[in-house]
């Protein structure tokens, strides 16, 4: 199946990035230390991994905190990770590499900012493999919306049913939806099987099965 589109786009955490963890941890922190019941769920933390940070924290933190939570994201996230670069998922440069040797074209979209993507991108050596990146930076608005897919087909030319996207979470299920793009998940990240057979979508347990569709 994936053989037949020009176009690989690829979330980043969950999918390229073994990354879960951490952001779920570190959102519980934030909230916990700006006010937020420590009862609240691990579930919550990760399936709001993606989300512009201020439109689902101000729901569980004291109001007189939603100020603080931007600033004290980029504080911790700068303190724990400012050195710190996480394991690619494996398979995945490999994959890369495959699409490239198929004609085809690749891309990463994600709600990172562009320091971020291009840290990622350089630490993997992934300059030379990948076409085309898009971060948070560069769209107004996060998935489900679907303007990181719409730009980077007007970047490449390419008309909806000419891509397919790659993804861990219902928020990017729901910008390809929104795209019009055929969409593959993956059991790396944040949903599970149940997850996306509700959603009667395919699914392959990493990226470096995509290739078997």
């Given at each position: 199946?994936i053989?037949?589109?020009k176009y ?23 909230a ?13 933390y ?5 989300v512009?940070?201020n ?5 569980i ?6 100020q ?5 994201f980029f504080a911790?996230h ?7 670069q996480?394991?690619i998922i ?6 890369l590499?495959?699409?490239?040797e ?5 891309c ?6 562009r320091a ?5 991108i350089?630490?993997?050596s992934?300059?030379s493999?990948?076409d ?16 990181g ?9 390419a008309?909806p049913?000419?891509a397919i996207f790659?993804?861990d979470?219902?928020?990017d299920?729901?910008a ?10 993956v059991?790396?990240g944040?949903?599970t099987?149940s ?12 990226v470096?099965?995509?290739f078997t569709?």
């Amino acid at each position: 199946m994936i053989s037949n589109y020009k176009y690989i786009l690829l979330d980043v955490d969950g999918v390229v990035l073994s990354s879960i963890n951490y952001y779920m941890d570190l959102f519980r922190d934030i909230a916990e230390s700006l006010g937020a019941s420590k009862n609240i769920a691990n579930e919550f933390y990760k399936k709001n991994i993606g989300v512009k940070l201020n439109t689902w924290m101000i729901n569980i933190v004291p109001e007189e905190n939603h100020q603080k939570i931007k600033d004290l994201f980029f504080a911790k996230h700068r303190d724990t990770a400012e050195n710190h670069q996480f394991p690619i998922i494996e398979g995945t440069k490999e994959t890369l590499l495959k699409i490239k040797e198929n004609n085809q074209k690749s891309c990463l979209i994600s709600s990172k900012t562009r320091a971020s993507m291009n840290s990622v991108i350089k630490y993997n050596s992934l300059e030379s493999i990948l076409d085309f990146s898009i971060s948070g930076d560069e769209v107004k608005n996060f998935k489900p919306d679907p303007e990181g897919i719409v730009k980077t087909l007007k970047y490449f030319n390419a008309k909806p049913d000419e891509a397919i996207f790659v993804g861990d979470s219902l928020h990017d299920l729901g910008a390809a939806r929104n795209a019009n793009v055929r969409f593959i998940g993956v059991l790396s990240g944040i949903c599970t099987k149940s997850d996306w057979e509700l959603e009667k979508v395919s699914y392959v347990p990493s990226v470096k099965e995509i290739f078997t569709l």
